[in-house]
């Protein structure tokens, strides 16, 4: 099971349209993060999300009509999981979004992924607005196929498991601080989009914005953590988490043995560090599929490797240290292929395994950033959390009966 998720070489092959390469896509198909929920049990960002989508497909004029069309029926909703995808945050991938195709080049499977808009008022935290449609509307018509004429002509893709090995040296831990793994990718990408460019100020913008974007390279990392994890699903008697995913509302985790089945809890609360004039009571419990960083050997695993990131989500860089050498207890291995500087190179936790959760009763370290419980207002915070017992608990009584 770790073997064949450390085997793994998760490579970016190329970019499309979500309705013409994710499967089961349709022109009436919203993707959200977590595990399945209706409009009616929805949050507010994952709502607010929802409706900014219908507005940015043209379904919908305004804020009103797009929530009467949500909740009409005519829309389908389904976990990005379920379409080998992930979205952060309220996680919505919407029929003409463009997408990162990410290639397990060991197993031949793939994983999407939309771009990262960058924080604050943003679709993914539930921002809605004419700044926000303008800006999806830009990175479809501009930065989207400045990236895919540029990977076009990289035929061998870029290594994006190498990129976060080697940010793991750099002070990042791959999911809230991606500041290193965002200017190697730049690096990577750089001279084929100055080759490819038809226009130099375009060209200009595109560096600017994932220069200026320190996530950029989140929703690059969260698909490989999912084309690596794919492989190890349906093992038989394999007690490894495969998925941990939030739609703000609910917190679910899939396991290995038991592939499809979701185990669920109440997503929680987020202990962290607010923007001025934000505080706890403006909150939404925790959201996105971004735990899949965790699932895959990094992210709140990989913490003793970023002691920095502490200033965006809380707590002292001792804590982090100390983050990352209790989940050895809990994880199945160590990765041979992600290691931290400040442990003497050890290999990231990596297989959180079931069993061993409910034996030590230590749960998942989970790093995230924090929406604002109402709709259209986006990102408030970030902070540290730790998984939900129930989950796991529920999962494990499960297992016990294979």
Request: charged share 20%.
């Amino acid at each position: 099971m770790i073997e064949c998720i450390q085997r793994g070489q998760a490579v970016l092959r190329g970019m499309g349209i979500a309705r013409d390469v994710i499967p089961g896509m349709h022109a009436h198909l919203l993707l959200h993060a977590g595990p399945p929920i209706s409009w009616e049990r929805m949050c507010g960002p994952q709502r607010g999300a929802v409706m900014g989508a219908l507005i940015y497909e043209g379904l919908a004029a305004d804020e009103a009509e797009a929530a009467r069309l949500a909740a009409s029926g005519a829309i389908e909703f389904s976990p990005c999981h379920h379409h080998h995808s992930v979205g952060p945050m309220a996680g919505i991938v919407s029929p003409s979004m463009p997408v990162f195709i990410i290639e397990n080049k060991t197993f031949g499977n793939v994983a999407f992924c939309t771009q990262n808009e960058g924080l604050g008022k943003v679709l993914r935290y539930g921002g809605m607005g004419p700044e926000v449609t303008a800006r999806l509307k830009w990175m479809e018509t501009d930065l989207y196929p400045a990236l895919d004429r540029a990977l076009q002509s990289l035929p061998d893709g870029i290594d994006i498991k190498s990129i976060i090995a080697q940010a793991l040296h750099m002070g990042d831990e791959c999911h809230n601080r991606t500041r290193a793994a965002t200017s190697l990718f730049l690096r990577a990408i750089g001279p084929a989009l100055a080759r490819t460019s038809r226009d130099n100020e375009v060209l200009a913008k595109i560096i600017e914005f994932i220069d200026r974007n320190d996530h950029f390279f989140l929703n690059l990392s969260m698909p490989s953590g999912k084309a690596l994890l794919e492989p190890a699903e349906g093992m038989p008697g394999s007690t490894i988490v495969t998925t941990m995913a939030r739609n703000g509302t609910d917190f679910g985790i899939r396991v290995s043995a038991l592939p499809g089945r979701w185990f669920t809890a109440p997503a929680g609360a987020v202990q962290g560090l607010y923007f001025p004039q934000y505080s706890e009571k403006d909150a939404n419990p925790d959201i996105g599929d971004s735990t899949i960083t965790e699932s895959a050997g990094y992210g709140g695993m990989a913490m003793a490797a970023a002691p920095a990131i502490v200033q965006f989500v809380g707590g002292s860089p001792q804590l982090a240290t100390q983050t990352t050498l209790e989940m050895y207890e809990i994880t199945a291995g160590e990765h041979k292929n992600l290691t931290i500087p400040a442990l003497n190179f050890r290999g990231t936790p990596l297989g959180i395994d079931v069993r061993k959760v409910m034996e030590t009763g230590i749960l998942p370290q989970i790093n995230t950033g924090i929406a604002h419980k109402d709709p259209g207002i986006g990102m408030v915070g970030a902070g540290i959390l730790r998984a939900p017992e129930k989950c796991f608990k529920d999962a494990f009584e499960a297992l016990m009966t294979l």
